[in-house]
């Protein structure tokens, strides 16, 4: 009886290995972050944290996109070098794992951030966050109470004013009706 062999152990073998590597080189890169989407007021920082597992030292881009524009913030390899652009250069703090912090927010900071990270292979992987900056409030609040203390302080005046001046009206009268006697 003929037994058809249509593959050698060593042809399985090395099938094997090669399909083990693709798998592995898919799921190379992961991103994790705890938290997609933040908020935060102006003037105040925001920290977009992202823990950062793949082969050899990754890269990282990271790009703002707002409605039409899209901007890129920076890039940096952990050891290597940081290249953050001129428009960030003094509110981002790149970190080693990949995180970055973003301080003194505008409005104009509102939109969504990504991440690309890309390891020694070439391969890739993007993360997205979503940051909402509010306008605070508090000085509307402030301009408000520092309005009614002076218009409450005047107010005091005026009622001074008026006491003083009854005081003498009353004083003047009382003279004038004594010299009217006398």
Not at 24 to 29: K, P, T
Request: include cysteine; aromatic fraction near 12%.
């Amino acid at each position: 009886m003929w037994h058809f062999r249509l593959w050698h152990t060593q042809d399985v073998a090395l099938f094997l290995s090669i399909t083990l590597y693709v798998c592995h080189l898919a799921g190379a890169i992961s991103i994790y972050s705890p938290q997609k989407s933040l908020t935060r007021s102006v003037q105040a920082d925001a920290f977009f944290s992202v823990d950062v597992t793949c082969h050899g030292i990754p890269t990282f881009q990271w790009t703002f996109m707002s409605g039409a524009v899209s901007r890129s913030i920076g890039t940096w390899q952990r050891g290597v070098y940081t290249n953050i652009t001129v428009d960030y250069q003094d509110r981002v703090q790149p970190y080693t794992n990949g995180s970055m912090g973003l301080s003194d927010l505008r409005l104009q900071d509102a939109g969504y951030y990504v991440v690309t990270v890309t390891d020694t292979t070439g391969s890739s992987k993007d993360a997205g966050f979503v940051l909402k900056v509010n306008e605070v409030l508090y000085e509307d609040l402030q301009y408000l109470s520092v309005s009614a203390l002076v218009l409450a302080g005047l107010a005091g005046l005026l009622m001074l004013a008026m006491w003083l001046l009854d005081k003498a009206y009353r004083k003047i009268a009382a003279w004038r009706c004594k010299r009217g006697r006398g």
